[in-house]
Every structure is written in C-alpha cells, then in structure tokens.
C-alpha cells in the first residue's frame, strides 16, 4: 500500500493537480485535509473516474477532511472519543465539533485524516483546544492499542506542530512567542508518540519540510516547517518500505502551501498463510 498525506489548501481549486498526483505517484491511498468544501461540494466525480472511491468529511469553507482510496473504505468514523469542539464564543463541554477528523479501516489498516487545531496565539482560547484535543487523541490512541498492540494504525495529517527544533526553519515562528513550536504543543505530540506511535518517516527523510508560508519568499528561501507527519504504531512502522516528501509539489501554478508525504507499506495479505506451499 503507497499511503500519502497532503493538506491540499481547498480541494476545489486544486482537484486536478491533486488526482493527476495521486495517479502519476500510484498512491493507494490519499488522506486529506483542509478540503474547505461541504460534503456536498466535494468534487468526487474526478477521483472516481480515476478509480478511487472517497469518504469526505466538512461542514463549510473552513477544516474538512477525506480519504480516496482504491480499496474499499470500511468503519468510516468522523471524530474519536472525547474529540472536543469549538465555536467563538461558545465554552464547555457541549461545543460543536469541527471536521477535523476522518477514520477508517482500508486493507486491514485504520488509518485516521487529521487536522489539528492550528492554535492562532498563545493564550488564545483555540490554543488550549489544540491542547484539549490532542489529549483526547492520545487517549484514544493508547486505548486502542491497549486492546489489540498489534493494531497497524496511521494517525497521519497536518499537526500544527514542529516537534524539535529542526522541523522549524521560518524565522517568524519562534518559540515562546509563537503557536507550533511551544512547550506544551511539542509535549502533546511526544505523549502520542509515547502512546505506542512513531514518526516512520523520520528515519527514512532525515531532513526536509512540509510546508512554506506564502508569504516573503518562503518557499524559495526554504525557511520552511515540518508539521505534516505519518504516525505508526509498531505494526505499521514495521510494515514501512521507504517515505518521500515530495517537494515540488509547492512549485507550479497555485500550489497548496503544504506538500504530500508518502510511505510505502509492505503489509502482509491476510490470505498469506493459507498460499499453498511450493517445494
């Protein structure tokens, strides 16, 4: 299985350079985020002639997520347990979620589409949500793999967070003075790693970006961030076979500001043991 990640910017004004991607790289399968559309606006006709069937999940021009798969999209979930909400203005337990989450089992894996909560300022109420929800997310995560630890499980998408030091190179984002980069932000995303999940990217692209702001020269600078990540459990971070970030994808014609990140699974068929045996 070729799984990718990519926070496509509005899927509307991108759609054709999104499928032509997914095509021209055999991905298997493509979680998205930021898709900026209704369910209802969603363009599923172009990846369905390209032969992907597509689960999305959005409620207006803001957030949103969807997976296009080539095989059949299973247990299709839109928030895990204890997924807080948020509305401006509205406080406590009751706010109404956002469509920032998009599960689903495909060829024995579940794989999550998620976009964290950017954070907007330190102190700002969003920011304490990003916090409040990537608790839940690593509740849910250790739960899960609490109950079967040979779960193969990708929690992959744009995280809004930049975890060392190395994954930041915009000198705007600085921390102490900035979302992304803060203490408790890089310590949520270190708790779902110690949950039971890895960055399976990492090892194989030691180095490079995921994302340039489209301001000042960015992208052309390379003063870039690492916040689009895939993370395994132990049973898919086994099944890796190699990763790329592909960067060219920021250049071109209206490009998203975030580019696709990619790993090949080598998963094992769940027929493989009843393959007769060949002497």
């Keep these: 299985m070729r799984l990718a990640t990519w926070n ?24 998205m985020q930021e898709i900026k559309c209704k ?36 247990n299709v979930r839109t928030s895990f347990p204890d997924m807080p909400g948020f509305a401006k203005g509205h406080e406590g337990p009751d706010a109404p979620q956002e469509a920032r989450a998009l599960g689903a089992t495909i060829g024995g894996v579940e ?7 950017n954070g907007r300022s330190l102190g700002d109420p969003h920011y304490f949500y990003k916090l409040d929800w990537l608790s839940a997310l690593t509740g849910y995560t250790a739960a899960a793999l609490a109950a079967n630890p040979d779960l193969p499980l990708a929690l992959v998408g744009d995280f809004n967070i930049a975890p060392t030091d190395a994954d930041n190179g915009d000198p705007t984002v600085v921390q ?35 994302y340039w702001d489209y301001k000042q020269l960015r992208f052309p600078r390379n003063e ?13 971070a086994d099944a890796v076979a190699g990763a ?21 699974l080598d998963l094992e068929s769940p027929d493989d043991d009843d393959r007769p045996m060949i002497f």
């Design 8 to 31: 496509v910017n509005s899927i509307r004004a991108r759609v054709d350079r999104i499928v032509d991607f997914a095509v021209r790289e055999h991905i298997d399968v493509l979680a």
């Design 39 to 74: 369910v209802e606006q969603f363009p599923f006709d172009r990846f369905e002639e390209a032969g992907f069937h597509v689960e999305a999940h959005g409620f207006s021009q803001w957030n949103g997520v969807a997976i296009a798969s080539r095989e059949p999209i299973e």
């Design 111 to 117: 794989i999550w589409s998620l976009y964290v909560p």
């Design 176 to 210: 102490g003075f900035a979302t992304h980069v803060s203490p408790p932000e890089r310590e949520a995303f270190a708790a779902l790693e110690a949950a039971g999940l890895q960055d399976v990217v990492r090892p194989l692209v030691p180095t490079g970006f995921t």
């Design 224 to 236: 870039g961030m690492r916040i689009d990540f895939i993370l395994g459990s132990h049973a898919l």
């Design 244 to 264: 790329t970030i592909h960067r060219d994808e920021r250049k071109g014609e209206a490009p998203s500001d975030h580019v696709p990140v990619v790993v090949d």
